[in-house]
T-cell receptor, first 114, second 111 residues
Framework: GAGVSQSPSNKVTEKGKDVELRCDPI?????LYWYRQSLGQGLEFLIY????????KSGLPSDRFSAERTGGSVSTLTIQRTQQEDSAVYLC????????????FGPGTRLTVT | RKEVEQDPGPFNVPEGATVAFNCTYS??????FFWYRQDCRKEPKLLMS???SGNEDGRFTAQLNRASQYISLLIRDSKLSDSATYLC????????????FGQGTELSVKP
C-alpha cells in the first residue's frame, strides 16, 4: 500500500521567505510527527499530532515554525522568515495509536536556505 | 545531558564480525524501546522493538536493562548490507507518546 509521502522533495529558498512543507500520512494512521535532521545529526522532534487532541508543539524551535493537520490526515509544516540555520531534511512520520513506536517515515523534504 | 545517548562511531568491522551497540536513556519513566536503521540519505526504518526479556530476530539481538537504563543491539555475522546508522529510540507515554531518538551509531562493514 501507499506509504507516507512528502512534498516537495527538495526546496531551495532565499533567507526571509516563507515555506510550506506537506505530509500525507498512511491512511488510518492517527498519529503524525514532524522531525528535523541536520547533516550528520540525529532526529530532532518538532511536533506531534494525535487524533483530535491538541498537538504537542514542545519541539518547535521558534515561533517562526507552525504546523497544522487538516481533517486528521494531511499536515503542513510552515516556516516563516526562513533562516540559514533552518536548512535541514524535514521528515514526517505516522503511526497507529496502539503502536506509537512503530513509525513509518516519509522520504523527507530537503530544505536549503540561501 | 541528552535523553538518549549513543556512541556515534563509526564502527568499522569486517564481514562476518560480531558488533554491539549501546545506548543509555535518562528518563526512568520511559516505557518502550526500539532500534531503527537509517541508510545514508534515506529515512529511518524500524529494525526491531526491544522487550524486557530480550529478543532476537535472525542475526540481531536486542536487550534492555531497566535498572541501568541501558539498551543494546548485537549484530552477528555482519553483512555488507548492514552498513547504516543505527538509532536507539525511546518512547515515554507520560510525554504523550513522543519518541526520542538517539544521535545514532554509524556502522561500516568492509569486505
Amino acid at each position: 500500500g501507499a506509504g507516507v509521502s512528502q512534498s516537495p522533495s527538495n526546496k531551495v529558498t532565499e533567507k526571509g521567505k516563507d515555506v510550506e512543507l506537506r505530509c500525507d500520512p498512511i491512511s488510518g494512521h492517527t498519529a503524525l510527527y514532524w522531525y528535523r535532521q541536520s547533516l550528520g545529526q540525529g532526529l530532532e522532534f518538532l511536533i506531534y499530532f494525535q487524533g483530535n487532541s491538541a498537538p504537542d508543539k514542545s519541539g518547535l524551535p521558534s515561533d517562526r515554525f507552525s504546523a497544522e493537520r487538516t481533517g486528521g490526515s494531511v499536515s503542513t509544516l510552515t516556516i516563516q522568515r526562513t533562516q540559514q540555520e533552518d536548512s535541514a531534511v524535514y521528515l514526517c512520520a505516522s503511526s497507529v495509536q496502539g503502536a506509537l513506536g512503530e513509525q513509518y517515515f516519509g522520504p523527507g523534504t530537503r530544505l536549503t536556505v540561501t | 545531558r541528552k535523553e538518549v545517548e549513543q556512541d556515534p562511531g563509526p564502527f568499522n568491522v569486517p564481514e562476518g564480525a560480531t558488533v554491539a551497540f549501546n545506548c543509555t536513556y535518562s528518563n526512568s519513566a520511559s516505557q518502550s524501546f526500539f532500534w531503527y536503521r537509517q541508510d545514508c540519505r534515506k529515512e529511518p526504518k524500524l529494525l526491531m522493538s526491544v522487550y524486557s526479556s530480550g529478543n532476537e530476530d535472525g542475526r540481531f539481538t536486542a536487550q534492555l536493562n531497566r535498572a541501568s537504563q541501558y539498551i543494546s543491539l548485537l549484530i552477528r555475522d555482519s553483512k555488507l548490507s548492514d552498513s547504516a546508522t543505527y538509532l536507539c529510540v525511546v518512547l515515554t507515554y507520560n510525554q504523550g507518546g513522543k519518541l526520542i531518538f538517539g544521535q545514532g551509531t554509524e556502522l561500516s562493514v568492509k569486505p
